[in-house]
């Protein structure tokens, strides 16, 4: 499903909002108390050819954050009151793409040079930093970095893109260098770099992306801190990208088809998204174009959404294939928030990671739009730590969302709490228009009993007094007006702990989804065969059926070296001749064979002596 045909792809015609649009009110427990907060429009009266938009109307305004200026110094020129931000000697090297000339000596903005080789070599022949007062283009391949302890700045006054690198010839490296956007600029419209035309951006060890707080613009929405990409690729293999800030985007955002490739040490840390995506998002508020997240290692922590995705935001498609989607195999998303500032709906919030979708075929203004949900895959996942104010502080899925949960390569979801009580899973499914809208519909599902490594839950059913429930009763369609509430447990195997390589922790969200939040398609694990173990009991030849009791509860347990572990407890009734199927076993648990390791022992029959044979 990752090729697609050329026409297949979608125009910017084709672009339709479906941020979540739930109202912020869902956070209260009966859909009967949930209230509009804030209209929606559908504009219906478009020019023939063009297709329906979702237009937020709510007028209000988000509070601007902003940081406390640091104290002044004295320095050889104004524009950067932190001394660090000097460089070197005090002096700067004027770097300006547009107009710049390479004959100049950058000296000032209207002696500046024109290409970044000829200010790095000024620069590190006076120990100064560069200050960037005009786009530096690049369109062929290069490796950008300095000698330690030089930057490049962005010049006072200066608010567009530091450098674009653009076309399918370039290919650039960023390498021992720090980029910074003098946030004390208060007025910067773009991001850092834009990445565009099949163009290549790689980051490495040693580079920094830092200090690009783009301005609140309430009738412009701005994409992008660091990096924004537009049909192009980002390559992070290490550096870190820190304190930026934009609408959508706080980090990083992903467009018009784009992929981003994250592993080895990298960063992306202390990042604002006003809305959406506070380290990464895949898309903007439009479904218009398929963008892709390999994740395989790194850290992502500490960034924040307003209302969706605090660590990373995947949108959805207006077309069939033509979603964002994110495999995620390796790396760390920690310590994020979706903090329910936004102006555009967070009831499903996802701290962690946030997966967007909607119904299936969606009627608009005489359009029929076929939706395809955002999709998240996932393997060898330990979710735990995480917080949220409501329900599924680990995991939380809305009406529209299909969520499996699979054995092999799987998760471990335990710990985590909304108010202080233990909330690991939560599901509501409602075809309900009002308040879903076309986020309605009802959830697929499919979970498991075991978790990573094969290891047993032991789920809980919140709704039923903490009960032990078999999840499997859930798999399927759930119907419209369910709720599905669950507690894992707070324990987990050390062995199970072993097998994670996906971190997904101490994520805190202002209504639910700590760890993540879905309205699109999770997917976690590896789908394989499982297997199914009948119980039956026999009785002696010399017990009378008048002895034997209506009922025998047998517990099922499996044993690795000196650890036992139970399975479960298997109710065997008489009426159905003390035979009990246990299914969804998985086929290997640590390399051993379910049928070699698995064993049976009755409870509560003391009046007899139990034999147990395969």
């Not at 699109?520 to 030849?541: F, L, Q, R």
């Amino acid at each position: 499903t990752d090729d697609q045909r050329e026409d297949d792809s979608a125009t910017e015609e084709d672009s339709v909002n479906i941020e979540e649009t739930t109202d912020e009110n869902l956070i209260e427990e009966d859909e009967s108390q949930i209230a509009d907060e804030k209209p929606i429009e559908i504009i219906d009266d478009q020019k023939q050819g063009e297709e329906a938009e979702i237009i937020e109307t709510s007028p209000e305004k988000e509070a601007d954050r902003q940081e406390t200026p640091k104290a002044e110094s004295i320095v050889s020129f104004t524009a950067y009151s932190d001394p660090m931000r000097a460089g070197g000697n005090g002096q700067g090297v004027y770097l300006n793409g547009v107009s710049g000339n390479d004959a100049n000596g950058g000296t000032s903005q209207d002696d500046a040079v024109k290409t970044f080789a000829k200010a790095k070599k000024l620069a590190e022949d006076k120990n100064s930093d560069i200050i960037v007062v005009g786009t530096v283009t690049i369109n062929d391949s290069q490796e950008l970095s300095l000698k330690d302890g030089l930057k490049v700045l962005r010049g006072e006054g200066f608010n567009k893109f530091l450098f674009e690198i653009t076309g399918s010839n370039a290919n650039v490296t960023l390498k021992d260098i720090t980029i910074d956007g003098n946030s004390e600029n208060k007025e910067i419209e773009e991001s850092l770099i834009k990445v565009s035309s099949g163009a290549t951006l790689n980051i490495t060890d040693g580079a920094v992306l830092r200090n690009n707080k783009i301005k609140n613009n309430d009738n412009n929405v701005t994409t992008g801190g660091a990096v924004y990409l537009k049909s192009s690729k980002l390559c992070m293999l290490g550096g870190i990208i820190e304190n930026c800030k934009a609408t959508i985007g706080g980090g990083i955002c992903a467009n018009d088809g784009s992929t981003v490739e994250f592993s080895g040490n990298s960063e992306i840390k202390n990042n604002i998204a006003t809305e959406i995506g506070g380290g990464i998002s895949l898309g903007t508020f439009n479904a218009s174009s398929k963008n892709c997240l390999f994740m395989k290692g790194g850290t992502i922590t500490e960034n924040t959404a307003g209302a969706s995705g605090g660590g990373i935001f995947i949108q959805a498609g207006l077309r069939t294939y033509n979603h964002c989607i994110a495999y995620i195999e390796a790396g760390s998303i920690i310590k994020n928030k979706m903090d329910g500032t936004g102006k555009s709906n967070k009831a499903f919030g996802g701290a962690g990671i946030y997966v967007n979708g909607m119904m299936k075929n969606w009627e608009n203004g005489g359009n029929v739009y076929e939706i395809s949900n955002g999709e998240l895959y996932l393997k060898n996942a330990i979710i735990t730590d995480n917080s949220a104010d409501f329900e599924g502080a680990g995991l939380a899925v809305c009406p529209v969302s299909n969520t499996k949960i699979y054995v092999k390569d799987g998760a471990a979801i335990y710990n985590n709490k909304s108010k202080a009580i233990n909330n690991d899973f939560f599901l509501w499914s409602s075809k309900n228009i009002d308040p879903w809208e076309y986020h309605a519909g009802e959830s697929e599902l499919k979970m498991s009993n075991f978790m990573l490594g094969g290891f047993p839950y032991d789920w809980k059913d919140i709704y039923n007094n903490n009960n032990s429930v078999d999840v499997e009763k859930y798999n399927g369609k759930v119907p419209s007006g369910t709720k599905i509430d669950l507690f894992a447990g707070n324990y987990l195997p050390k062995s199970a702990a072993n097998l994670g390589k996906v971190l997904i922790a101490n994520n805190h969200s202002a209504t639910r989804g700590g760890g993540i939040g879905s309205n699109g398609t999770v997917i976690i694990g590896t789908d394989e065969p499982t297997k199914n173990i009948e119980i039956s009991k026999k009785w002696a030849a010399d017990i009378d059926d008048s002895q034997k009791p209506d009922k025998v509860i047998v517990r099922a347990y499996f044993k690795l070296g000196a650890d036992k572990y139970t399975i479960g407890e298997y109710i065997l009734e008489k009426s159905k001749g003390y035979v009990k199927r246990i299914t969804g076993l998985p086929d290997t648990i640590q390399g051993e064979k379910i049928e070699d390791i698995i064993g049976f022992e009755e409870v509560g029959l003391d009046n007899f002596e139990a034999k147990v044979s395969k």
